[in-house]
T-cell receptor, first 113, second 113 residues
């Protein structure tokens, strides 16, 4: 999982602002995922993508948007429509085929001021 | 959709004791069950996984058991050590395709010397 990077590590946002979280992988993985983690809760799926130019909404997609223009990149935009964006955001990737293992990036902690 | 429940939410053991964490899932089509360990502020790391065609899997001090009929699976850690202290998450998914992982809420394990 060292081949998955996220930036920045910490991000502060004012209310009403859109912010974009970066996720890059050099593992040649086809599938990529974004999760949100809140204290005391498990990871919840925001968006996922199987291939370039394809992505699907997860369980909590409202207020978020993504793009998948390149295989190695899957940025997440947290829009002003997301009412409670303060959380730890984790990106993951998985190769296609028979393996199911998802590898996680180091995460971005977003705080709304 | 799939729902995963995890118990207990916190677990405290003495060093050398065993620890058991249990999860139940709702979708009988789920056939892939990973366990992740997450240290404070870090990314989740896969520690063991099991597929529905296997009832038990071991890796040194860690084992996972699966009961498909009852739709529950458990993580067993023997001879616990202080470095086992972390939050453990179970998850369930349907192998292949988008492989959407549904996570339990997590168990905070504390191993006391």
């Amino acid at each position: 999982d060292g081949g998955i990077t996220q930036s920045p590590k910490y991000l502060f946002r004012k209310e009403g602002q859109n912010v974009t979280l970066s996720c890059e992988q050099n593992l040649n993985h086809d599938a990529m995922y974004w999760y949100r983690q809140d204290p005391g809760q498990g990871l919840r799926l925001i968006y996922y993508s199987q291939i370039v130019n394809d992505f699907q909404k997860g369980d909590i997609a409202e207020g978020y948007s993504v793009s998948r223009e390149k295989k190695e990149s899957f940025p997440l935009t947290v829009t002003s429509a997301q009412k409670n964006p303060t959380a730890f955001y984790l990106c993951a990737s998985r190769t296609s085929g028979s393996t199911d293992t998802q590898y996680f990036g180091p995460g971005t902690r977003l705080t709304v001021l | 959709g799939e729902n995963v429940e995890q118990h207990p939410s916190t677990l405290s053991v003495q060093e050398g004791d065993s620890a058991v964490i249990k999860c139940t899932y709702s979708d009988s089509a789920s056939n892939y069950f990973p366990w992740y360990k997450q240290e404070l502020g870090k990314r989740p790391q896969l520690i063991i996984d099991i597929r529905s065609n296997v009832g038990e899997k071991k890796d040194q001090r860690i084992a996972v058991t699966l009961n498909k009929t009852a739709k529950h699976f458990s993580l067993h850690i023997t001879e616990t050590q202080p470095e086992d202290s972390a939050v453990y998450f179970c998850a369930a998914s349907i192998s292949g395709g988008y492989n959407k992982l549904i996570f339990g809420a997590g168990t905070r394990l504390a191993v006391h010397p």
